[in-house]
């Protein structure tokens, strides 16, 4: 009965990939905020906003993710992502 207990939490991966698409739904929300404002200081503003108010981590953990499949992105998240900073260390 223990034993059972003991193998029924998250697999080890899942934590991040629950950070991830915590992250992606974060930016995504930036992006709807600032898809009203003309297509190039949109997806500047989005950028300037996860470089001023996410962490080092965050940002390269979002990055990490996302940098090698931009696709998985909405159009404005994509033309933003050149413009984030990694964290350091990344």
Do not use: C
């Amino acid at each position: 009965m223990m034993e059972a207990a003991l193998t029924t939490g998250p697999a080890p991966g899942d934590h991040h990939d629950e950070n991830i698409a915590k992250l992606r739904r974060m930016a995504g929300q930036i992006a709807d905020f600032f898809k009203a404002y003309p297509e190039e200081e949109a997806a500047a503003s989005v950028a300037d906003h996860i470089n001023q108010f996410w962490t080092g981590r965050m940002r390269g953990d979002f990055l990490a993710a996302f940098a090698a499949r931009p696709e998985d992105l909405p159009p404005l998240l994509q033309r933003a992502l050149p413009r984030i900073r990694p964290g350091r260390g990344s």
